[in-house]
């Protein structure tokens, strides 16, 4: 592929590299492929929907699901779900929560739908933030995170998406979790924040943490390089 | 539509894995490697009609992937005080099997040029399905191969102990 020694040896590395892997697989089947379709398909839908609410002057909705209440096997009716377009906030028969999150705008509306449903959370929009500095440890998610591998010292993430959105032509975060609110440590609350057109090459960034609600929360609007603190 | 199903099964049990192993050489993060493949599938698997298409479905998928975020990465306090700040993905999710010089050597090229070698090197593809694959002449993707992977060489020597070369 290459004549130079010194850059036969990188695509080597490379090759060794990749090839070291050959014990990873996909723990995706695909019919969760089919099934994300399905979702996203679904949340387009509601999207275009509360575009219309917000031009007809009804910025904040709550709207009901589309078909009936979801039935627990125990056949009481799970509550309704709240959606906006920007974000949609669902209770499951297993007493789960799970949000997903295209935006975090109405971050106040979110906040007190999370609350609702026993999340603790600070949501932000327009600016990115996060909960203090390396005196402020984040909390570990074990436990109560579907789907979340515990990492000692806690965890949080922070993403920029560029080009188009998973959620169509919109861009749009497409973040979604799912979390066990009776099992969230006392005197822990996620910090989540979002802010859009902000990054050259990128249409949004966002961060979530899990940190003590004790813990100062520092905001910025501008772009932040990996391991970068507000 | 099953028979499209049954397609897109047969492409997807087929190619996952190769797409993944690739996507995490890059980004260095198992649960980000498998996020990103997996939405890179299902919007294939929307633009089934099209991507089947296409000469090298593999391409499609990791080019996607290493497309649908400019960065993100899982951070964790406690790594972040004793880390340098500027690893990027590859300052979190330890998995003994990477190569985290490396990642981070290539988290820091432009994406143009982590786009070839992904596909150049780490895909084996040759130029021409390369170029198509990347709406690029065949003699930009050379030029991009070789400026990358002599970027990848500065890199590694500035910051590895060790000359590797």
């Not at chain 1, 709550?62 to 509550?79: C, E, F, H, I, K």
């Not at chain 1, 309704?80 to 920007?86: E, I, K, S, T, V």
């Amino acid at each position: 592929m290459n004549g130079d020694p010194a850059l036969a040896t990188i695509t080597e590395r490379l090759t060794e590299a990749r090839d070291a892997l050959h014990g990873e697989h996909m723990n995706v089947p695909a019919s969760e492929i089919f099934a994300r379709d399905r979702r996203r398909r679904g949340r387009l839908g509601l999207a275009a929907a509360g575009s219309a609410c917000a031009a007809a002057g009804l910025a904040v909705a709550l709207t009901a699901a589309t078909g009936g209440p979801a039935r627990a096997p125990d056949g009481s009716v799970a509550p309704r779900p709240a959606q906006l377009a920007a974000w949609t906030v669902q209770s499951n028969p297993d007493g789960s929560v799970t949000f997903t999150l295209n935006n975090t705008s109405h971050p106040a509306k979110l906040q007190r739908t999370l609350a609702r449903v026993g999340v603790r959370a600070v949501v932000r929009w327009g600016e990115i933030c996060m909960a203090g500095g390396p005196g402020q440890p984040l909390l570990d998610t074990g436990g109560f995170m579907k789907n979340d591998t515990p990492l000692e010292g806690g965890v949080g993430s922070y993403m920029a998406v560029q080009g188009q959105g998973t959620g169509g032509p919109n861009p749009d975060l497409g973040w979604s979790e799912t979390v066990f609110p009776r099992k969230m440590p006392p005197g822990g609350q996620f910090v989540i924040s979002a802010m859009s057109h902000s990054v050259p090459g990128a249409d949004i960034q966002a961060a979530w943490e899990f940190a003590k609600t004790s813990a100062p929360i520092a905001c910025t609007k501008q772009l932040l390089k990996p391991g970068q603190e507000p | 539509m099953e028979q499209d199903r049954r397609e897109f099964t047969d492409f997807y049990t087929a190619a996952r894995d190769d797409c993944l192993r690739v996507v995490l050489t890059i980004v260095g993060d198992r649960a980000l490697a498998e996020d990103l493949v997996a939405e890179a599938f299902t919007r294939a698997w929307r633009g089934w009609r099209t991507v089947r298409e296409h000469p090298a479905g593999r391409a499609w998928i990791v080019r996607t992937a290493l497309n649908t975020h400019v960065s993100w990465w899982r951070r964790r306090r406690r790594e972040i005080t004793v880390a340098s700040h500027d690893e990027g993905p590859g300052a979190v999710s330890p998995d003994p099997a990477l190569d985290r010089s490396l990642v981070a050597a290539l988290c820091r090229l432009p994406a143009r040029q982590r786009e070839v070698i992904a596909l150049r090197v780490l895909l084996d593809l040759d130029t021409a399905t390369t170029a198509e694959t990347l709406g690029l002449p065949g003699g930009t993707v050379g030029s991009h191969l070789s400026r990358g992977l002599a970027a990848l060489r500065r890199d590694l020597l500035t910051n590895e102990k060790e000359p590797i070369a």
